[in-house]
């Protein structure tokens, strides 16, 4: 994803409300078949900066659209992402996922998470 510190979700719940993420979404690592939870941890409450904690619910906010299978909510949300941070590299991984999934739908059973190939 190209960020620094990425924590789990059960590591994110026992660090408490003190610090402020970037949802990223579930992974299913391969070999693996549950999905996880993880996040970019950007830093201690307070002291990230405001512009960057509006980018992360905004980010955010195309994750659970993704989620939900609402391709053209999600696709907007990662373009405009795109154009804030064009380097994202989390942004442009779940850009890519959003035009397959528009082109080709994930099957019923989806567990609305991306699959890494690699461990």
Known sequence: YGTRILVS????????????????????VKGKTQAVPIFELLGRRGAVPEALCQYAEQFGGGVAAFQQRAWAEARAAFEACLRQRPDDLAARQYAVAVQHFIAVPPPE???????????
């Open 109 to 119: 059973d989806w567990g609305a998470a991306l699959e890494l190939t690699e461990k």
């Open 9 to 28: 979700g059960p590591t994110y719940a026992q660090a408490g409300a003190g610090f402020v993420v970037r949802p990223l979404g579930g992974v299913r």
